[in-house]
């Protein structure tokens, strides 16, 4: 496995296709952050509207993941990554032209879709590399990728710096993020002609209806039913604090709220519409064809808290350093950073873990408790500490926060094949609606040494308790460590194959 990385054939090829793709996505996805206190100085925003910007930038997110896991599994991830990474040229270009605040907060609600981008190679990643090897693939796809935030906050400036000479001296941030998604826009063409569903002689399986997640028993259903509340709730979260700054009027807010629950009503209908047969009775699956629901939840909840975790720490570390260390802005950013960092060895090293210590349910488990019992230690931090103690907890943190992001993408793809893209789109949605619920609990916490305590040791109790459930209710996926996933025979792709394929593509655009 290792060796065939640095080749750039067969499946390898088709794995640095697609973490690059992912990469830039997360390019464009972050390229806000790097520039807010330009972009509030050049347009005269408020601190509100900056912070509003910021929950825009997440808000479309969570519906989007979903949805594109659906499209995933009817037209296959190569087409719909390539779709994704084209149409995020349009949104950044009306960001980077924005004039005023409402233009910018339509921009950057459009470009949250950008961030969906990940569900497309953990399906495509799935289809190309065997079980046994699922958990290294689907972590360097994750890592790798997610490395993207990382390198827009360094290179953006540099590049904004650089141009600066094309507005008078001033920092051209606008050029920079629009440069963000015309690479992704020409990217995006250039996978289309270069990736592949499936190696050659695979068929790629698709559910046979579409809309609502299938599932195999009634008890299922309604856990589905049940689980799907919180994708929903979270939007109202956000519908509510965007309507605390004054962005929403009271009536607008309740127009908001009848709307979600309509949302709701209809993906209850379109999930019950797909599963109808089974409902009343008319179709049964056969025991090798059902899978257990309750287990896609549980990875829900294991997202929640390592993913939404990560987003909501990403956003504070910087002041928490800040004000625990009386540091400057610059270096408790610094230090802040090696947090991301950690994302190009740890994501990858938690699917490595999972495929060789030969139980992916214990990988999750023990990850997600050192991951708890990391934060409660990261909750006695105080001024008292000394500073590379504390850089060193925060790696560790971070190690244990990000591998159980890896471990929890080694199950994912093994959970029923022909539906991997919508459970993905659930799962890693849950991974928005912590982070979204965390960040909400912080803005209710006093400042200081108090509201940092409650913060982490609620990160770390809620780990806690979803490590308990890891421990008895996950069960290890059936073919964990097989060689081939169920139905498929090993078969190598040619050069002419390729060609051939190559030649359709282009008849195709």
């Known amino acids: 496995m290792f ?8 499946r390898y090829r088709i794995l640095h296709l697609t973490w690059f793709a992912f990469f830039l996505s997360f390019v464009v996805w972050f390229n806000f952050a790097p520039f807010q206190t330009a972009i509030k100085e050049a347009l005269s925003l408020t601190e509100g509207q900056v912070r509003t910007i910021a929950i825009c930038n997440v808000a479309l997110t969570v519906p989007a993941r979903i ?7 009817k037209y296959g991830p190569r087409i719909t990554y390539s779709i994704l990474l084209m149409y995020a040229a349009i949104p950044c270009l009306a960001f980077a032209s924005a004039q005023n605040f409402s233009q910018l907060v339509i921009s950057r609600l459009a470009l949250s879709i950008v961030g969906a981008g990940f ?11 065997p079980p046994k090897e699922i958990g290294i693939a689907e972590g360097i796809y994750g890592g790798w990728g997610n490395f993207g935030s990382a390198a827009a906050a360094f290179t953006l400036p540099s590049l904004a710096a650089a141009t600066a000479f094309f507005t008078v001296g001033q920092l051209n941030w606008r050029l920079a993020i629009a440069l963000t998604g015309i690479i992704a826009a020409i990217y ?3 996978y289309f002609f270069n990736a592949e569903d499936t190696p050659s002689g695979k068929v790629y399986q698709r559910p046979s209806r579409h809309g609502g997640i299938e599932v195999t028993t009634k008890k299922s259903f309604w856990l589905l039913m049940l689980t799907n509340i919180p994708l929903v709730g979270i939007l109202a979260v956000l519908a509510w604090r965007i309507s605390k700054i004054g962005l929403l009027s009271p ?8 709307l979600l629950i309509g949302l709701y009503l209809f993906q209850a209908y379109k999930c019950w519409d797909v599963n109808q047969e089974l409902m009343i009775g008319k179709k049964q699956y056969a025991a090798k064809d059902r899978y257990q629901f309750s287990q896609v939840a549980i990875l829900e909840l294991t997202y929640f808290v390592n993913f939404g975790s990560e987003l909501a720490v990403v956003s504070m570390l910087p002041a928490f350093f800040e004000s625990t260390f009386s540091l400057s802005k610059v270096l408790a950013g610094m230090i802040a950073a090696s947090y991301a960092f950690m994302n190009l060895v740890a994501r990858p090293g938690g699917g490595w873990v999972s495929d060789t ?13 050192g991951m708890g019992i990391a934060y409660l230690f990261m909750s006695g931090v105080s001024s008292n500490w000394w500073l590379a103690i504390a850089i060193l907890l925060t790696m560790a943190c971070s190690f244990f926060v990000q591998a159980g992001e890896g471990s929890t993408y080694a199950i994912v793809p093994l959970v029923k094949r022909r539906i991997t893209g919508q459970i993905a789109g659930n799962v ?47 069960k290890e996926p059936q073919g964990s460590f097989a060689e081939h996933h169920e139905g498929d025979e090993p078969e190598l792709i040619n050069e002419p194959q390729r060609t051939q394929r190559t030649q359709r593509r282009k008849e195709e655009f």
């Open 3 to 10: 060796r065939g990385l640095f080749s750039f054939n067969g």
């Open 67 to 73: 949805i594109i896991g659906m499209v995933l599994d």
């Open 119 to 129: 569900v497309i190679g953990i399906r495509m990643v799935a289809e190309w590399f």
């Open 188 to 190: 995006g063409v250039v």
């Open 251 to 258: 009536t607008q807010l309740f127009i908001v709220y009848l």
């Open 357 to 369: 210590v030969g139980s992916r349910k214990w990988t999750m488990t023990i990850l997600t408790g």
């Open 428 to 474: 890693g949605a849950y991974g928005n609606v912590g982070a979204v619920a965390y960040l909400t609990l912080y803005s209710f916490l006093p400042a200081g040494d108090v509201g940092n305590q409650i913060f982490f040791q609620t990160l770390g109790v809620s780990a806690l308790v979803v490590t308990f459930l890891c421990a008895f209710l996950l």
